[in-house]
């Protein structure tokens, strides 16, 4: 009875001083928790712990850096001073060598104090960080002006699905200052990512002092202009300005330091055999032609590469010995994409190589380069990773393969027994389109929405459990052709990176977007703080078409916590329009705009989509080939759905995408039916080597009438094909032929063209 009246009386005095303090400062708003990435357990309990002058840390000595942290956290983001005594209510971070996981933590937040529990420092960081999110996003940029906070009890025991988290950054294309790549580690730390793959040398810029090679930071980190526009408008135009820059020593070991502190392993790469054209204006000798030649000013893929003889070796070895120096971590990334093999096919050099290494041809060549390095490296204590084509001509014994162009470059080394990194295009590639709206930023092509980022399962199907235990983790990579500022580079990576690090993070098992968005929307409050320029894509409005008995319908969808106002006359939707409740039934021609809307006003901007209800629309296709999964639309009736996709996002849910394949496509209208006229577009996008078709040949089964269209090479992003003809038929055939080999001098030279087509029009 005694022990119960004690605690009884404490448990009123300490309601009585919390009262007392909030008289005196409105500090008891508790953030309710949403932590991203999503913990694996939480329990959320009654109360809170109140963090004030009468807090102090205590910890571990292992801990003490993350102490210091987070005691710098709390004073710099309030008027909160901790105690230096310690007192009777702790932040204390302790050890726990029983822990399971090297990156584990638990986080216990009770009224009488924190506790967080970790086998080293990494884990102790990540209870730092989820702590950060259970304080008010005001800390982040020291506004939260009152001197107590209360942090909500919970009790979180968290680990990792996967040890590699990764987010990597172009340098090359653009060049970033370190303040703004201290700032991008510190967002990928504060989502508990780990690893930063700097992308340091490209065809358009060198950007790492290497002090034995000087025209590297003289010549090769600059270019004497840049594009302008997308690589697609021809003709190419060049803005006349010299650009460039790089890091020097001094400011790589800062940089690798800062991330260090946060738990980030800085990977550099290193670019090899391609991609080198910067590197072979300052040294023309390393190159095959040894002319001289000029750092790149447009992007692609260009022919000039490392050539293989010896100096090469020597050259990269000197390189690699000064950036392993600076870089602490175990891996190296050496490039291996995107190498033309059309130099080597001609350089005595490169064929006296292949003559005395009893190689098969160029790949084996590249494979016996890779193999080279690899060896080197090893010799000095590290790892080599490499995109996936380093797998062509047989893979380098210890390598780690990044997988780009699809998954199936990991499954392939995965099944090999190497550690594999997944960063597929359809899923990764934060430089692609994330909205429809016609208002984004020029991207270099594609589409990838938030929605695909969060449902990214980097452990493909076809790997057995064994083989997917290869599967190190997945990361996002930010290509920066098209972002020229720190702003733009926000832009594409936020929100996307948040979503990717619940992917790599959180249980799958508790993966839930509706659930994700919520939690975002809060985690935008830390970004506003943070003065990052995130795109804000939650409240749009999105469509979606079903055909259900023959009955066209399209169903909207925008944001949970609003509602959805559209017009199908194609007046601007206002707070007084019809409100959207069930799928909007389609029977003509019609416009429908749509917005989303809080109790006063419009929160998004206006959903537009004009639905052509034309004679195909509804009725049955089929397709002689398939097309690549990646770019199969919503199946073939995309192309005969009364949509048009957009110009620019190829990858969109209108456009089919066939990897160098004729096809043929078979229309049947239900019955005989007079058609005047078909029309249709194909995308053209030189830059992602996608071509209009060589040609075009309408039929009509049953009929005589055989129409083979030539097309022409054209230089339009977009190719319309418009037929005109008088024909009453049941069965429209149209049959696409590829447009073949991509000539020399053009993106993916010397292989099959894409194609992608979208609606088809029957009038
Ligand atoms: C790559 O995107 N070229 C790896
Ligand atoms: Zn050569």
Known sequence: MRNFRQTTQIILWITFINLLTSCFNDSNEVIKPGIIPEPLSQQINEGSFLL??????????????IAEFTKAFIENGSKIKLSVNKTAKTISFIKDEVLQGEEAYQLLVKPKGIIIKAKNSRGAFYGFQSLRQLLPATFENATFKNNAVSIQNIEIKDAPRFKYRGMHLDVGRHFFSVDFIKKYIDLMAMLKMNTFHWHLTEDQGWRIEI?????????????????????????????????????????????????????????????????????????????????????????????DIYCTKESTFKFLEDVLDEVMALFPGKYIHIGGDEAPKTRWKTCKNCQHVIKREGLKDEHELQSYFIERMEKYINSKGKQIIGWDEILEGGLAPNATVMSWRGISGAVTAAKQHHDVILTPGSHCYFDHYQSTKESEPTAIGGFLPLEKVYSFNPIPDELTKDEAKYVLGAQGNVWTEYMKTPEHVEYMAFPRMVALSEVVWSDAKNKDYDNFKLRLENYFNRLDAKNVNYANHLSEVSGKINFDNGQYNVSLKGSNSKVIKYTLDGSEPTINSKKYKTPIKITKNTTIKAASFNTSKKVSSIYKQIIDFHKAVGKNISLDVQPSKQYSGNGASSIINGIKGSNKRYGDKEWLGFAGKDFEVTIDLGKETKVESITTRFHNGRGNWIYAPSQVVVSFPGNDEFLPLEIEDSKENIVDLKL?????????????????????????????AWTFIDEIIIE
Not at 52 to 65: C, G, L, P, Y
Not at 243 to 271: L, N
Not at 724 to 747: E, F, L
């Open 211 to 303: 002090k034995k090679y000087p025209k590297l930071n003289e010549i090769a980190a600059y270019r004497k202009e840049t594009l302008i526009g997308h690589y697609s408008d021809q003709p190419h135009q060049f803005d006349g300005k010299k650009y460039g820059g790089f890091y020097t020593q001094e400011e790589v070991k800062d940089i690798v330091k800062y991330a260090s502190d946060r738990q980030v392993t800085v990977i550099p790469e290193i670019e090899m055999p391609g991609h080198s054209q910067a590197a072979l204006s300052a040294y023309p000798h390393l190159g095959c032609t040894e002319k001289p030649i000029d750092v790149a000013t447009k992007w692609g893929v260009f022919d």
């Open 724 to 752: 005109d003809t008088k024909v009453t038929t049941r069965y429209i055939k149209i049959k696409v032929v590829n447009y073949g080999i991509i000539p020399p001098g053009y993106a993916g030279a010397g292989n099959k």
């Open 52 to 65: 004030d002058r009468n807090t102090s840390i205590i910890f571990d000595k292992e801990f003490s850096q």
